[in-house]
């Protein structure tokens, strides 16, 4: 954030991580910009409630199923969160996650073609071009220098501003109706 030096970057309370138990997050605070940033572990993923192992668990399930969708989130609810959550809850969740790890391994594979030209941007084609089994893990070394601009759950894109900010700007004036 600050190329020219003088940060004073500095430990933050950490906080623990809701659905993952035990988690710890560690924080840093910019005195000179005056904002925090967390530490995040290379196992949890970004902006999910989630590890990168449950999410990769998850959608390499749904890339090689060949039944009903419903089936699949029937089966796999209690890996995709909370236990109450019902069945429709649970099939948005497992597509979500695959629609964006679809578009962190293509982001991935545009960033990088010549590792990665030959293979689809699946898991499978990542797991044989890299040769390794937790490819979302292994994704975060390779990709390190892109973590800033790819997508969640791989990345370390900041979410999207309030939702309110939005409204706001697109709210008309208040005052009388025009005749």
Do not use: N
């Amino acid at each position: 954030m600050h190329p020219e030096g003088g940060c004073g970057f500095a430990r933050h309370t950490p906080y623990e991580r809701k659905t993952v138990p035990g988690a710890k997050i560690a924080r840093g605070y910019c005195r000179k910009g005056g904002f925090t940033v967390s530490l995040l572990p290379d196992c949890l993923a970004s902006r999910l409630p989630a590890t990168l192992q449950q999410v990769e668990t998850v959608v390499d399930r749904v890339e090689s199923h060949l039944g009903s969708l419903e089936e699949l989130a029937a089966e796999l609810r209690p890996a995709l969160g909370r236990d109450d959550d019902h069945v429709a809850g649970a099939l948005r969740r497992m597509r979500r996650w695959r629609r964006q790890v679809a578009a962190a391994l293509l982001a991935v594979a545009s960033a990088m073609p010549e590792r990665f030209t030959d293979h689809p941007p699946t898991l499978a084609g990542f797991r044989a071009a890299l040769g390794v089994e937790e490819v979302l893990v292994a994704l975060r070394g390779v990709a390190e220098a892109q973590l800033a601009m790819l997508p969640a759950p791989l990345g370390l894109v900041p979410g999207p501003s309030s939702r309110r900010k939005t409204v706001r700007r697109l709210q008309h004036g208040a005052g009388p109706d025009p005749p």
